[in-house]
Structure formats: structure tokens, C-alpha cells
């Protein structure tokens, strides 16, 4: 899988749930391409000797690893998303596409902190509590506050994220 994903030609992923009850659709999301990354991606235990497919490995494919910005609903919660709003999220972060794989890693690992603060207007320290963590995923960048301004500028370019001044964003 992780070969598959790290390809020229990985697919977009479509997720369905729906209710049983009233077969009714639930939720209808696509995951675009560019947000697998190698760390969503969790091997499973090869399947037993005695299996009819004996040893084959599968995999998990880890959702909460996967920023908001990365899940686009045609329908949530049971209701249709309009066309504009779907194309309006897709494109705002279409540019990810066109990121190699490092750079975009980086991008994603900011998006993924950006959704773990609770407000919708944060500073540079809290992102900056997140340090530690960041170091461990990109053991060789010395330079990991720097990476994170840098990360957190083209979010703000990219129409994502506001900056309010004084170290102050805002999630758009």
C-alpha cells in the first residue's frame, strides 16, 4: 500500500457510510490523493499459516491522520454538500498536488496541529508547543520552528489560515 500511495498514479480514496435502518447515505467523503502520506497508512499482522491467503499483509487506512482540509463531503450527516462549496474546498488545497512529498508532508503535519487546537484563532507559541513532536517525524531538520513560520505562511497564502498580526492566526 505504501508503494501504491507513493505512486505517480495513486487513486483519490471515496469513503461511504450509511445508515441500515433506512439505507440512507450518511456520510460521502473523498479523500484527495495528495494527503497519503506514508504515516496514515498502519500494516497489519500477516494472516495466519493456516488462512487460505497465508501471509499476505494488509492494512489500515488511519482517518483521524488525515487533516480536516484532506476530508471533502459531498454528504454529511445525511445532507448533500452543494457542488460550489465541494470544488471551493477541493481547490483551496489542490496545491498540495504539486508539492514533492517532503514539502507536503510538512504542510500536512501543520494542518493536522492547526486541527488539534480547539480555537479558531491560535498563536505561533501554541504551534510552537507542538516542537517536540515535529523533531521526532523530521529527525533531520534542525530548523523546525523556522519550518513551522514557513509552513504556516503558505497556509496563509493559500487562503487557509489568516494572519491576524503579532503572531496571531486565524482557521478561515
Known amino acids: 500500500m505504501i508503494r501504491r500511495i507513493n505512486s505517480d498514479d495513486n487513486p483519490h480514496f471515496f469513503f ?5 435502518a433506512d ?11 495528495h ?18 491467503r497465508a501471509g499476505w499483509i494488509g492494512c489500515n487506512i488511519i482517518l483521524k491522520n488525515i487533516p480536516s482540509t484532506g476530508k471533502i463531503f459531498f454528504v454529511k450527516d445525511g445532507k448533500v454538500e452543494t457542488s460550489k462549496n465541494v470544488l471551493d474546498i477541493w481547490a483551496k488545497t489542490a496545491f498540495l ?36 513532536q515535529l ?3 523530521f529527525p533531520n531538520n534542525n530548523f523546525v520552528k523556522d519550518k513551522i513560520r514557513q509552513q504556516l505562511q503558505v ?3 493559500k487562503g487557509i489560515l489568516e494572519f491576524k498580526g503579532r503572531g496571531v492566526y486565524k482557521k478561515i
Request: glycine residues 2%.
Open 16 to 20: 461511504l457510510n450509511y445508515s441500515v
Open 135 to 137: 523533531k521526532m517525524k
Open 35 to 52: 494527503y497519503f502520506v506514508d504515516d496514515i497508512i498502519e500494516r497489519r499482522k500477516p494472516l495466519s499459516e493456516t488462512a487460505r
Open 97 to 132: 498536488a504539486n508539492q514533492k512529498k517532503e514539502a507536503r508532508g510538512w504542510t500536512i503535519e501543520i494542518l493536522k496541529i492547526v486541527d488539534q487546537i480547539a480555537d479558531k484563532e491560535f498563536t505561533l507559541g501554541e504551534v510552537y508547543n507542538f516542537e517536540e
Open 155 to 157: 497556509l496563509r497564502d
Open 23 to 33: 439505507l440512507k447515505v450518511q456520510n460521502f467523503l473523498v479523500i484527495p490523493k
